[in-house]
């Protein structure tokens, strides 16, 4: 947006958006990041999100093949497609891999694949439509890499010194990638434990320049009660528990993470699902009132309604949302064979996911799409399907353990693809919001996106399979070829399983729902997250922000509140350096001047998010093409933990001086005077907030 509220491309002008060349584009990259995003998440258990290397390749693309009147528009169109098949491959790799951790399927499922992609995907991305005005215009969250995508594709428009600003970014935080990603010379996460009075004690970064920005981006007061919620579960809970009931044998690290892991991280699934209700309970008024509108506008309204506030019709959202609950019904019963738990869990599926996805797109407007818990709302639905289920097909049909366990993982898979993908389309939106895009248009390329992730995903699942294994589970059950031959005994079918994928939700979401089963899933841990949520609730606190802080490890919080305090000071110092004084509330022209500074190192953070998000993608590239680039030298010697913070830390000064720059120059300031000022003026208004009155 413009610093007068407006977008990018006004909206009484209409320069192309979905032309011919959109589609061809937007569909060979949405394919191409499927594939990617789907091995990556399989074989480490994360993704990448696309938006921000799609609007960089597309423009790229768009402008390397000499297209005449390419617009901005069309660049946002291009990634939106793109970006839709990789929250797409998300939502899918970590649900339905777990049928084979199960044993339930021997093989990948196209038909079952596709169509659990497109009912998760499509429902995910009509909820959204409807949550568009509510979480993007009222609610005004910043979802930080809406915010970055924007910043490139304007850089890419206007050229100049934002464009040059916004390349030199990319290329060192493509270096960093590059080196700490690729070639493995550093450490990307450093953390230790250590014995403390009794228990233990824990320090630990993700050393990411994308969550860096993400934490400047969305500011401090977000970044600070994501990471009290990290320090509540980390430096806190975690401690406690090993405290009262022993901790693990071995490595302390590793057992303080385990009991993270298998313990207080339910404490936060708890804490989201109370806080979920909680935002969607304190929006009500606004989301009535905006379906309400939307409802009752009739075409007249329409063609008064601005160009950039035009929906797809409302009507015509809540028809595809009936239909798709029909599908479900039909796909349901077909799976089962049991009609009444089929009308149950097709009626669950439709509160459900509108449910998750609110929340999916409230928690992506805060830490971003990449950060997103969607392993977490995915267990928060596997525990109320999993409720649903034992009722219907348990104690009234009778079903046996595995249908039950089928229908448990069937329903919440549909769920968790359609929270992976509303994280994403909210993302998009707020993008076009900012740049000027047409709502509708917008919408039906993420539609576009959705379908090509969903014909894609099978396949690759397929081939991905029968080529490694997908998890060391379903491997040792039946292991691939081992030169050639069937593996025999214990040795060569761990021999064969050495490249399996490791899948971990899968195996997670699998061992869950094997536990919920058995009798040994961790409700305690579940009920305790409930409690805080209401003692967060109870002080006033924004519950969702504290409670993803709590299922978030801790060392993902670290870079995300220095880059929140790196945005702190620079602001601070601006208003210092305009007013004079840091006493009162800052004058408008103060306020004006530190959002142009604080601006500039948007774009620079952008430029970070997308030299590292870019190369996640090349290395995908590299993994499933080739080899590892750590694999090309067998003389590269990875960093201990202490060079390799160093390493980050030099990065992370070079990301503090281009965000300073702008900074004015006032005669009689310098930096470390005024950062001492800020800091003592801190000091004193927090002593001032906790003295009793």
């Not at 350096?577 to 774009?603: F, H, M, N, Q, Y």
Request: charged share 15%.
């Amino acid at each position: 947006m413009s610093e007068s509220g407006e977008p990018y491309i006004p909206a009484d002008q209409e320069p192309a958006e979905l032309t011919p060349r959109v589609f061809v584009i937007g569909i060979v990259l949405g394919a191409l990041m499927t594939a990617a995003n789907a091995y990556l998440g399989l074989k480490v258990g994360m993704t990448v999100s696309a938006s921000i290397p799609a609007a960089v390749m597309s423009m790229l693309i768009l402008r390397g093949l000499k297209f005449k009147d390419v617009s901005i528009l069309e660049n946002n169109s291009v990634q939106t497609m793109a970006s839709a098949g990789e929250s797409l491959a998300a939502g899918v790799i970590f649900t339905v891999p777990a049928l084979l951790v199960m044993n339930i399927w021997s093989e990948i499922q196209l038909l079952e694949t596709f169509i659990i992609a497109t009912l998760g995907g499509v429902l995910g991305t009509m909820f959204t439509i409807a949550l568009r005005r509510v979480f993007i215009v009222e609610e005004a969250l910043p979802y930080p890499e809406g915010v970055a995508c924007r910043e490139v594709l304007v850089a890419g428009e206007k050229g100049g010194s934002g464009l040059v600003a916004i390349i030199y970014a990319l290329i060192i935080g493509a270096l960093y990638g590059w080196f700490v990603k690729g070639f493995h010379i550093t450490k990307e996460l450093v953390q230790g434990a250590w014995s403390f009075f009794g228990t233990r004690v824990y320090a630990g970064s993700e050393l990411s320049l994308a969550l860096l920005s993400v934490g400047y981006i969305v500011g401090l007061r977000i970044a600070s009660f994501i990471f009290l919620g990290g320090v509540l579960g980390f430096l806190v809970l975690v401690p406690l528990y090993g405290m009262m009931f022993g901790w693990p044998a071995g490595d302390m690290t590793a057992g303080f993470m385990t009991l993270w892991n298998e313990q207080i991280r339910y404490v936060g699934v708890g804490a989201m699902v109370v806080g979920g209700i909680y935002t969607l309970w304190s929006m009500r008024k606004t989301i009535v009132s905006g379906f309400s509108k939307a409802l009752n506008f009739d075409d007249e309204d329409s063609a008064d309604l601005l160009r950039t506030e035009q929906d797809i019709d409302m009507r015509k959202v809540l028809v595809v949302c009936g239909c798709i609950t029909l599908l479900t019904f039909l796909f349901y019963w077909w799976v089962t064979g049991e009609i009444l738990l089929a009308f149950v869990g097709a009626a669950f599926l439709a509160v459900a996911a509108f449910f998750f996805s609110a929340v999916a797109g409230y928690i992506a407007g805060v830490v971003g799409s990449s950060n997103s818990p969607v392993s977490g709302m995915t267990i928060a639905t596997l525990m109320f399907t999993a409720g649903l289920v034992w009722v219907v097909g348990d104690l009234v049909l009778g079903m046996t353990t595995e249908s039950l366990m089928t229908a448990t993982l069937i329903i919440a898979a549909v769920v968790a693809v359609n929270a992976a993908i509303a994280g994403d389309v909210m993302q998009d939106l707020k993008t076009g919001h900012m740049v000027g895009a047409t709502p509708w248009r917008q919408q039906v390329a993420e539609i576009v996106g959705v379908m090509v992730g969903a014909i894609t995903i099978g396949p690759v699942l397929m081939l991905l399979h029968n080529a490694f294994r997908i998890s060391k589970t379903a491997c040792l059950r039946d292991p691939p070829l081992l030169n050639g031959e069937v593996p025999v005994g214990a040795e060569q079918i761990s021999a064969a399983c050495e490249s399996a994928l490791f899948a971990p939700q899968a195996e997670l979401i699998g061992a869950i729902i094997s536990g919920i089963f058995g009798g040994d899933f961790n409700l305690p841990m579940v009920l305790i997250g409930v409690v805080i949520a209401f003692i967060i609730i109870w002080k006033k606190m924004p519950v969702m922000s504290v409670a993803i802080g709590i299922y978030l490890p801790l060392f993902l919080s670290v870079p995300i509140i220095v880059g929140g305090l790196i945005h702190f000071f620079v602001s601070r110092i601006t208003h210092y350096r305009i007013d004079g004084t840091l006493e009162g509330e800052a004058s408008s022209r103060a306020e004006k001047t530190a959002k142009k500074v604080t601006d500039k190192g948007v774009l620079i953070g952008a430029g970070f998010i997308a030299g590292e998000s870019l190369m996640g993608v090349l290395i995908a590239f590299f993994i499933v093409t080739f080899q590892h680039p750590k694999d090309w030298f067998d003389s590269i010697n990875q960093l201990g933990q202490t060079l390799s913070l160093l390493f980050y830390g030099c990065f992370v000064a070079i990301f503090a001086f281009l965000a300073t720059r702008s900074i004015p120059r006032v005669e009689g300031h310098s930096f470390l005077t005024d950062c001492f000022s800020v800091i003592t003026d801190a000091g004193r208004r927090f002593i001032d907030s906790v003295r009793p009155r």
